[in-house]
């Protein structure tokens, strides 16, 4: 079949990686038969740079007229970059945060996972780790402190800021479902996090979550503390499947948790909405100070490909076989120089994605 | 000389844990003189037993009148305690809120602190830890979303809950200071932690502490975002030395900290206001899994004693011979169960609190 994918190089280490990434569903074209055309989309600096503005109206249509949308990475050196002159409301995250919010993609999925030939890599000793962990945070994307009203005033000589925290019960319930939909295919436990005992967006969402629990008895509920959870992460993170949460919360918890694998340049990650459309970028980011030399580890990148074959492009198999090929480089020893260890080979970054390629 | 100490004893392992500091405070007195009245104060379950409600008026005048308030634990078994059948504005922990407003308690700070003798329950590796860490996170503790408006109402059948998070440039300067003040006297670096790149309050935020860093300029400051901050408390927490932020990331990530060092149980924290006065309690919860026992660990009790008495009674060396005689305890090889280790000599909590006691 034939897929429309926008294609987001992005910044720093971006491009490199999305390259390979290409590379790799190219392979699964030519093996499965598929045919997939590509529109390339400026986003962040890249877009700065041409446009004056991080996002364009243009730039959203061309992602709402694909399938789906891959994306590298945005943003530069937010000490030296020219980029981080301009007010922030036209840097290069403010047209991440303003895609997610016109794509409607409300769903972040966000695996960490520990693969076994990786251990090494984790900062967790060997008996935290026990048994490995694998799970996956469900994260609000187009709610919360992001996109609450905000304003800064002057009163008496006096500033204020204000941010405002703001979910309504049809926001929680969508992403609730979708945490379920996932823990039913997983695990089946869902731990959903909050700050109940303060914020009263919380307590709504422990509600909302209670509720569409319902539909789900075999899905098992636990509501814990985000300050706990922060702990539980360091402390357990076998006990987890499925931890839902609200946006702020979210991207804490996540890059907490994708620091405790160990291995950040694995872990892919998707943006979803209500139908089968989403954005699928590495959960690291655009690491400007290795960008340009061909040393980034492309394999978060594949990895979001490998997702989007499976949620957006319903492509089962060939999300497979991706996932396959990328343990198998693994498993033969191949590494790039961020999860190098002794007596592994070291590849660089278009080597590894002609390695995960072959093996397709 | 004579101080008048406010005690809240709590709920769970609160009273256990504040018998023990309180017969260290004597022993104290006796060896150099001083005088010291304590007075009961009820917070949290025990005043909702008694009065219906977490905190009465008096509680908060007697507080007040002392020189300082030295507090176990609030809270129970949210699942199973009746306290949590009440709102959410009359449970133990609202307690806890409306009495660090009351007495003004903005600047909460917790040391997150790896004891040599207790790197083995450390979660992180050995090549993690390099040579131990050693920070203080400085939290602001009476404004952002704990205390700002919130409401939930429904228009059109719809619930929508609204939290806010406010923060005045007075507000943070007080803090920032607070943090400056406390880096000079340490390894003289401050991270300030927020979330510049999405929120008007944490712009505010940074503009204000690089103003107030300006009167520091031997003290580094470097500002990082809390999703990075998350991340590097797992991967090299040796990097901190004060780590200032907003009321929630700082409940998040001193959470995340004193996990970090794997013995929560040996970790004090104290809240001040602009004077000399402040709360002084363990990082720690109420644990009520393990309430009536004899098994909680007081030294988080006892060295948040120590930190009563360094900051809110200006007795330095008497704060220096209680952490010197828990340091000593641990060097002998006397632990509590939760920091029980082969070959060391288990003891229960008063025993600990007559050890500590016995070598003052
Ligand atoms: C770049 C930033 C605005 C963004 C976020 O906070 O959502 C990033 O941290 C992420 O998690 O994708
Ligand atoms: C009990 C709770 C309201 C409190 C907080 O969130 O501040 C606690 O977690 C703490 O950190 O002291």
């Known amino acids: 079949m034939n897929y429309k994918i926008a294609l987001i190089p992005g910044d720093g280490i971006g491009p490199e990686i999305v390259a390979e990434a290409k590379k790799v569903l190219d392979q699964v074209c030519g093996v499965y038969g ?6 390339e989309v400026l986003l962040g600096g890249a877009s700065i740079d041409v446009h004056g503005v991080p996002l364009t109206d243009e730039a959203v249509e061309t992602a709402k007229a694909s ?23 036209k840097r290069p995250e403010a047209g991440l945060l303003a895609i997610r919010k016109a794509l409607n993609l409300f769903a972040n999925l966000r695996p960490a996972y520990l693969y076994d ?6 900062p967790l000793k060997e008996e935290v780790i026990g048994d490995g962990f694998d799970m996956i945070i469900v994260r609000e994307l187009t709610g919360g402190l ?3 009203e905000r304003k800064t005033v002057v009163e008496n000589g006096v500033t204020t800021a204000v941010d405002t925290l703001t979910y309504n019960e049809n926001e929680i319930r969508r992403i609730a479902v979708k945490a379920f939909d996932i823990a039913m295919k997983r695990n089946k436990k869902v ?20 509720e569409v629990a319902k539909d789900y008895p075999e899905v098992a509920l636990e509501h814990m503390l985000v300050d706990n959870c922060a702990m539980q992460l360091v402390h357990d993170p076998g006990q987890f499947d499925v931890i839902l949460t609200e946006n702020m919360f979210g991207d804490i918890l996540s890059d907490e948790a994708s620091m405790v694998t160990g291995s950040i340049g694995m872990l892919s990650s998707a943006s979803l909405n209500e139908t089968k459309f989403g954005l699928y970028e590495p ?12 040393i980034a580890n492309p394999l978060a990148t594949i990895l979001s490909a490998a997702m989007m074959l ?15 090929a990328v343990q198998k480089v693994l498993t033969e020893g191949y590494r790039t120089v961020d999860i190098m260890a002794d007596g592994m080979k070291q590849v660089g970054t278009k080597e590894m994605g002609d390695l995960i390629a072959e093996r397709i």
């Open 34 to 39: 598929h045919s997939f055309s590509y529109e």
């Open 146 to 148: 992001y996109f609450g």
């Open 67 to 89: 399938d789906a949308v891959l994306m590298g990475s945005i943003g530069g050196d937010a000490k030296t970059s020219p980029w981080y002159q301009l007010e922030p409301s």
């Open 310 to 324: 499976r949620y957006s492009l319903d492509l089962d198999k060939e999300a497979d076989a991706v996932e396959a």
């Open 283 to 294: 959960s690291h980011g655009s690491a400007p100070d290795i960008a340009g030399k061909g």
């Open 117 to 122: 030939e990786l251990k090494g890599a984790c």
């Open 191 to 210: 731990t959903s996090v909050d700050k109940a005992n303060v914020l009263d967006s919380s307590r709504l969402w422990r509600k909302v979550v209670e």
